[in-house]
């Protein structure tokens, strides 16, 4: 059975800085990428970054670029987001996903992934 376990989440001054943990198991086939997104009260869950699992390429959504890093520990299945300057509208729940393949060629399109994790919590608030 596939399971994503996100944590890390919390409460943090705008400037501040939280590492999101990702934790896989279960995988028994070969999938094309693991994402994060987030959801904020009121809005629909948008892709913040993805890392291809075939070919390592990485994705940011403009609105992370320069703040946020994917990166992933093969040796433990585990996928991170590192997020640095943190703006009160990076305030949201955020989710880890697993794609087996990505058809559209965007990654980070929710609709393209297939298992999600329960999420974390994020606030960035004085």
């Known amino acids: 059975q596939v399971q994503l376990v996100e944590s890390g989440g919390g409460l943090v001054q705008p400037g501040g800085s939280l590492k999101l943990s990702c934790a896989t198991s279960g995988f028994t086939l070969d999938y094309d990428a693991i994402g994060w997104f987030r959801q904020a009260p009121g809005k629909g869950r948008e892709g913040v970054s993805s890392i291809s699992s075939r070919d390592g390429n990485i994705y940011y959504a403009d609105s992370v670029k320069g703040r946020f890093t994917i990166s992933r520990d093969n040796a433990n299945n585990t996928v991170y987001l590192q997020m640095n300057n943190l703006k009160p509208e990076d305030t949201a729940v955020y989710y880890c996903?697993?794609?087996?393949?990505?058809?559209?060629?965007?990654?980070?399109?929710?609709?393209?992934?297939?298992?999600w994790g329960q999420g974390t919590q994020v606030t960035v608030s004085s």
């Open positions: 996903a697993a794609a087996l393949l990505i058809h559209s060629g965007s990654y980070l399109l929710p609709y393209e992934y297939r298992n």
